[in-house]
C-alpha cells in the first residue's frame, strides 16, 4: 500500500522513518532544515500510524510499504534514517532490496529477541495496564514518561502524547493488523549482509540500556564503527533535538560517494 508522506528540498532522497508511539509529524522540524540543506527529505506514516490506515484484510509489511512508496515518489536510491520502529523498518526495507541503499542511519535499535530490561518492562507493563483498564490517558502519561527523557520540552512531550494517543486510539479501534514475514529472520546473518552500505548507529544519552546494548550489537553486525550518542535526549531523540539530529544526518550524507546521477525529481 502506498503510504502517506511528507516532503521538502530537491537532492538525494533521505527517508525519514518514525518510531512506534510517533508518525510523520515527528519529523516537522527537520523537513525545513533538511530541504535548506540541500536534501529531498521524505516523511512517511508507516502502517498503522498516522495517516496510514490498514485495511482488514492487509498483512502489514512496511519494508515492501516503503519501497512501493518510493517508487511512486520516482525515488529510486535513497537515505534510509529511521529513530526505534523505524529503524527496524529501514533494516527489513535494506536487506529486501539493498541495491537501492546509498545509507542508513538508525536510532534508538534494539533486536526483538533481546531480553528487556526491568526499566523498559515496567513501560510496556504500565501501558499495558492502563489500556486494559480504557485509560487511554494513563497509558498515553506512560508512554510521554517512558519515550521521552525527563529534560524534554512540553512542546516535545506535548506533541508526543497527540502522536501516542493517536496511535493508541486506532490500535484499540483495529487492532494490530498481521505481520508478513521478518526479512530479517532470526539471528543476525541477515543484517551482516548490509555491511557494505555505509551506515550511523546512534542512539540518545537518556535512552533505556536496552537500546543503548541494541546499538552496540547493531554497529558489531553492521560493522559500523561506533555508536554516535546524542546528547540530552530520550528514546525520541530526533525529536527532541532536531538540530543536533539533522547535523548529524547531514554530516552522513555529505560523506557518502557522490551519485553518478540523479534518482529524483
Known amino acids: 500500500m502506498l503510504l ?12 525519514l522513518l518514525h518510531a512506534r508511539p510517533t508518525d ?8 525545513p532544515l533538511l530541504a535548506d ?22 498483512e502489514a509489511a512496511p519494508w515492501t510499504d516503503v519501497l512501493d512508496t518510493l517508487d511512486h515518489l520516482g525515488a529510486d536510491r535513497f537515505v534510509l ?10 533494516l527489513q526495507a535494506a536487506v529486501t532490496a539493498p541495491e537501492r ?16 530490561s526491568p526499566r523498559l518492562q515496567a513501560a510496556w507493563d504500565a501501558e499495558r495496564t492502563a489500556l486494559a483498564a480504557d485509560d487511554l490517558d494513563a497509558a498515553v502519561t506512560a508512554g510521554v514518561e517512558a519515550w521521552t527523557s525527563a529534560r524534554a520540552t512540553e512542546e516535545v512531550r506535548t506533541h508526543a502524547a497527540r502522536m ?11 487492532g494490530e493488523p498481521s505481520q508478513a514475514a521478518d526479512p530479517l529472520g532470526t539471528g543476525s546473518a541477515a543484517l551482516r549482509t548490509l ?9 540518545g544519552e537518556r535512552d533505556m540500556p536496552d537500546f543503548h546494548e541494541g546499538g552496540e550489537g547493531l554497529v558489531r553486525d553492521l560493522d559500523a564503527g561506533r555508536t554516535v550518542v546524542i546528547p540530552a535526549a530520550g528514546h525520541l531523540a530526533p525529536l527532541e533535538q532536531p538540530a543536533a539530529f539533522c547535523a548529524l544526518l547531514l554530516d552522513f550524507v555529505r560523506r ?3 551519485r553518478s546521477s540523479p534518482a529524483h525529481r
Open 101 to 116: 541503499i546509498e545509507g542508513l542511519v538508525l536510532v534508538g535499535y534494539r533486536p526483538h529477541d533481546q531480553p528487556a
Open 195 to 203: 555491511r557494505g552500505v555505509p551506515a550511523l548507529v546512534g542512539v
Open 4 to 15: 502517506p508522506f511528507d516532503e521538502a528540498g530537491r537532492g538525494r532522497p533521505v527517508v
Open 256 to 258: 557518502l560517494p557522490q
Open 81 to 90: 534514517a529511521g529513530n526505534s520502529l523505524g529503524a527496524l523498518v529501514a
Open 164 to 174: 501516542l494517543r493517536r496511535q493508541l486510539t486506532e490500535q484499540l479501534a483495529h
Open 24 to 31: 510523520r509529524t515527528m519529523w516537522g522540524a527537520h523537513l
Open 37 to 58: 540543506a540541500g536534501v529531498r527529505a521524505i516523511a512517511l506514516d508507516l502502517p498503522g500510524h498516522g495517516d496510514a490506515l490498514v485495511p482488514d484484510d492487509h
